[in-house]
């Protein structure tokens, strides 16, 4: 499946297999976005977060 | 425990990011035939007033990146009645490093000299007697993030001030630690329970002098001797167990440890451990469900 870029309208690849919360990046400029999937297996993407305060191991 | 008529422990593995880890997770689960279910919490919301859960799942894998999301998930999970790993308590103190420290040092692991401090006076004050160089950690916060080593009490001071200038107000309690003097590696184990799954030597990164995978340090297989095994898993026990991070130093007396992780990033062992992490942990899982 195939989304638009927000950043340069370029194409953002989704493979079927995806799951929800998966990375995905613009080949064209390189933005990340995670994949969001609802309980209807409708797919969205999400501009990726910036690493987050408490985030880690 | 049965239910619903089947005996198959049903595993749930919460995730805020699908990294490496939580897919290799999911795909042991399935090679072992485990009735699995992804839960990207991001996505969902939780009910809190049922008690639902408990006829879906028998056993969570609490895998957020975040500590807090991870945290609440865990709390969720155990109050339905399912086991969590990490539980919520186990959590919370391998997510807070003065907490950390306190459970490791009463059961006598050991551990840095530490002080702690509520000011920057006091701090200043238990520095000199931890004396130069020392290490000024955030009690919370990850993969090495606002750890500075300080030489001098003049840069213990800059460190301190800008620490207390901010916002958090968890940057204004001031973890203290002496420097270990130590091989330019440190030791990091994988704990299942009472089993060591993985222990690696990670290998600094060049002008950095900490270890952290996510700062681009290399990982080898550690062979370890019976007396540092057994410390690496009275560590893992003195938090409460479950699946965990050990992080150790080797200094001149022998190994201290210094840190605990409860949600373990594995990709860097998983290239030289010879066993199967994420199988493991997921049998591990199997097992405490079980009983
Ligand atoms: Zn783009």
């Known amino acids: 499946m195939e989304f638009e870029c927000e950043q340069c309208g370029g194409q953002v690849q989704v493979p079927k297999d995806a799951l929800s919360g998966e990375l995905v990046s613009c080949k064209d400029c390189g933005s990340e976005y995670e994949i969001m999937i609802d309980e209807n297996g409708t797919i969205e993407l999400k501009a990726a977060e910036e690493v987050g305060e408490d985030w880690g191991e | ?291």
Request: aromatic share 6%; glycine share 6%.
């Open chain 2, 1 to 291: 425990m049965e239910k619903t008529g089947e005996n198959r422990v049903k595993l749930a593995i919460a995730y805020d990011l699908l990294r490496f880890e939580e897919k290799a997770l999911y795909n042991e689960a399935q090679k072992l035939s485990v009735p699995v279910e992804m839960m990207h919490v991001d996505s969902l919301s939780f009910d809190l007033n049922t008690s639902d859960y408990i006829d879906r799942y028998d056993v969570l894998l609490q895998r957020c990146i975040s500590h807090s999301r991870g945290l609440h998930v865990s709390a969720i999970f155990e109050a339905m009645g399912i086991l969590a790993i990490n539980s919520y308590e186990v959590s919370a103190i391998c997510d807070d490093k003065l907490l950390t420290t306190l459970r490791l040092s009463r059961k006598g692991i050991p551990t840095p000299k530490t002080r702690v401090a509520f000011n920057q006076e006091q701090a200043l004050k238990a520095l000199d007697e931890l004396g130069y160089p020392a290490v000024i950690k955030p009690i919370v916060g990850s993969w090495g993030r606002l750890v500075a080593r300080v030489r001098d009490r003049e840069e213990a001071a800059a460190v301190i001030e800008s620490r207390a200038s901010g916002s958090n107000p968890n940057d204004h309690i001031l973890y203290l630690q002496e420097y270990i003097k130590r091989p330019q590696r440190d030791i990091r184990a994988i704990v299942a329970g009472d089993e060591l799954i993985a222990t690696v030597y990670r290998y600094q990164p060049p002008n950095d002098w900490r270890t952290n995978v996510a700062r681009g340090g290399t990982s080898e297989e550690a062979k370890l001797g019976d007396a540092e095994r057994e410390i690496l898993l009275k560590a893992a026990e003195a938090v409460g167990g479950g699946i965990l991070g050990i992080d150790a130093m080797e200094g001149p007396s022998g190994i201290v440890v210094h840190e605990v992780n409860s949600t373990v990033e594995f990709r860097g062992a998983s290239t030289v451990s010879t066993n199967n992490i994420p199988r493991k942990m997921v049998e591990y899982a199997l097992r405490v469900a079980k009983r």
